[in-house]
């Protein structure tokens, strides 16, 4: 199974009950198709970049979880279906995580090189002896 992000922005207009009923619905849809929701955030309501329609802001909320690839195409599916979700966007977090770790590799091998290297502008000094003098 792959671990996937999927952020979505709700109307302003919508109540308590009518939120609570929506992501209940995104939960259990994730469940009962055999995903597993890693984690859920509530950004709560927050003015947008820019206008989207005639709302200037709204509900942000972000889902993790991992699932099979059908999940994230039938969520965007009821998302762009329903009237509550302004904006949404899904990602495929297996291929940010393995970036993200290589970026930690490369950054480490760099720090450890540069480490093992002399600086430029370091001085270092060493006895120079002349031949034929032993004194």
């Known amino acids: 199974m792959r671990k996937y992000e ?6 302003p ?7 609570r009923g929506f992501l209940s619905g995104v939960r259990k849809f ?3 198709s055999k995903g597993s929701i890693i984690q859920e955030e509530h ?4 003015p947008l970049a820019y206008r989207i329609g005639k709302f200037t802001e709204g509900h942000y909320y972000f889902f993790f979880y991992e699932g099979e690839p059908f999940i994230t195409k039938e969520l965007e ?3 762009k279906q329903s009237e509550k979700v302004i904006r949404f966007l899904t990602l495929k977090m297996d291929d940010y ?4 770790e290589k970026m930690k590799k490369k950054k480490k091998d760099r720090r450890e090189k540069k480490e093992s ?3 430029e502008g370091d001085i270092y ?3 120079f002896e002349k031949e034929g003098d032993n004194e």
């Open 43 to 46: 950004w709560g309501r927050r």
């Open 117 to 119: 290297k002399p600086q």
């Open 13 to 19: 207009n919508l109540s308590e009950e009518e939120i």
């Open 97 to 100: 995580l393995k970036k993200v």
């Open 30 to 32: 994730i469940e009962d």
């Open 77 to 79: 599916r009821r998302f």
């Open 125 to 127: 000094f060493e006895k």
């Open 6 to 11: 999927t952020g979505f922005i709700l109307s």
